[in-house]
């Protein structure tokens, strides 16, 4: 066997990528693109819109859960620098969840159409 031989434990496609399909699909879907049949891509879609939603609703637990917890911290009797770093950075927070929860509601309405 010469260094160029190949070795028969591997497919063509482990060292060709041009060998993988191009039109395999992605998200669990096969591709059709000629075929008249039904079209993966609506299920695709429903499945990625349905996603958005589940993790939107978990996100959005969490934003909860933090503005409680941020809420309860914020009225602690505390005063100096290290006092105004914590508020600080929690107003920071405060703000990024906010422009969180705006992008993830743009998000799913750009989703659902």
Not at 30 to 45: E, I, L, N, R
Not at 73 to 88: D, K
Not at 91 to 110: F, H, K, P, V, Y
């Amino acid at each position: 066997m010469n260094a160029f031989s190949t070795n028969p434990t591997f497919t063509n496609a482990q060292h060709n990528p041009a060998a993988i399909d191009p039109i395999g699909g992605f998200a669990g879907n096969t591709v059709t693109p000629f075929s008249y049949g039904t079209c993966p891509c609506h299920t695709a879609v429903e499945r990625s819109r349905n996603l958005i939603g589940i993790q939107r609703s978990a996100t959005l637990a969490v934003n909860e859960r933090f503005a409680t917890a941020s809420a309860k911290a914020n009225n602690i009797i505390w005063t100096g620098n290290a006092a105004e770093l914590f508020r600080a950075r929690l107003d920071r927070i405060r703000q990024a969840s906010a422009a969180l929860e705006s992008d993830m509601d743009a998000t799913e309405r750009l989703a659902r159409g």
